[in-house]
């Protein structure tokens, strides 16, 4: 509690010079805070522009090593990988998502292959990026089937783990997932992989870019507010978090980030769990166009970044974090 009065006490002295900014400065970033994601691609030899993600490209298998070697260059703990699946390899059922050659265990296997453990690999266990329909999970009637769809992911789940991922990421909203992906893989002897689970994930009008990247954006017909949580709630989001770590969650999402930085506060001072926040394409995209307009400063990138460690993020997953030796 603050005591005493102008003009004995100024704040601003404090602020006077560069100094004594940073020696009192609440807080910080360094890589590793940092989770990168990265685009996969079928084909050889390339590294594709995605338009509505300036500087964001999609990378071929062969090609990913080159934004891997940025990335453990900059110290960055671990990446997150997404395909780009073709459309003549979806179906209903996304059967692709089970598929031990699909883009995704190749580039895991591969990727471990070439750097060992040098840095993580985290994986989302969802059917959107595999579904011609453009769905997290089943459908049967226009509905989306919850146990039906968790089956499907815990052999996902398992797939991913066999092949080498280090984190394994359910971001599909369906209820109950966690309990039992965990049960799966501590029965087979996966008891060390990490879960973290996107347990506050909303409804967002903020993904348009991210579902341009992975090819979902034309094959889905309607929304996902069935099973993605409802923007207006917050209450919600701590129901959903105390679940998944009960089932055995052992780090949560919130996605997307900026516009819901009291959700992260809320989460992080209820459960002291480590809360990663997610700075979707939406978010990222809205500032890339404002720099590159000149409409803001480049400044505004670490402005932005701060803001999620301020609320209590411990990690934050960016498309910025490849350019960190820029940034910080």
């Not at 997307?256 to 992080?268: E, G, R, T, V």
């Not at 926040?277 to 402005?303: C, F, H, P, R």
């Amino acid at each position: 509690m603050i005591t005493g009065s102008y003009p004995n006490l100024r704040l601003r002295r404090n602020r006077k010079f560069d100094w004594t900014r940073r020696l009192i400065e609440e807080n910080t970033l360094s890589p590793n805070d940092f989770i990168l994601p990265i685009f996969l691609v079928d084909g050889k030899n390339k590294r594709e522009k995605i338009p509505s993600m300036p500087e964001v490209y999609r990378y071929s298998i062969d090609r990913v090593t080159q934004i891997v070697d940025k990335a453990i260059r900059n110290k960055i703990p671990m990446i997150a990988l997404f395909p780009k699946t073709k459309n003549s390899k979806k179906n209903m059922i996304g059967s692709e998502a089970l598929n031990e050659n699909n883009l995704v265990c190749r580039a895991i296997i591969e990727i471990k292959k070439r750097y060992n453990n040098q840095i993580g690999i985290m994986c989302d266990v969802a059917l959107d990026p595999y579904t011609s329909h453009g769905h997290d999970g089943l459908i049967k009637s226009n509905n989306i089937l919850n146990d039906e769809t968790i089956e499907i992911l815990i052999k996902q789940s398992l797939l991913q783990a066999r092949v080498g991922c280090d984190v394994i990421a359910p971001s599909d909203m369906m209820d109950g997932r966690i309990k039992k992906i965990r049960r799966a893989l501590d029965k087979e002897g996966f008891n060390n992989i990490n879960i973290l689970s996107y347990a506050a994930k909303y409804a967002s009008s903020f993904y348009g870019p991210f579902r341009d990247a992975v090819g979902s954006k034309n094959n889905l017909r309607s929304d996902k507010k069935t099973y993605q949580m409802d923007f207006r709630n917050s209450s919600e989001a701590l129901r959903e978090i105390s679940l998944d770590i009960k089932e055995g969650a052992d780090m949560v999402m919130v996605k997307p980030a900026m516009p819901y930085l009291d959700i992260i506060k809320s989460i992080k001072n209820e459960f002291r769990i480590p809360v990663f926040a997610y700075q979707v394409s939406g978010e990222y995209s809205l500032l890339s166009n404002a720099i590159n307009k000149k409409i803001v400063d480049k400044t505004v990138i670490l402005e932005s970044l701060i803001a999620f460690k301020r609320a209590g993020a411990n990690a934050i997953v960016s498309y910025f974090a490849d350019r960190l030796d820029k940034i910080l």
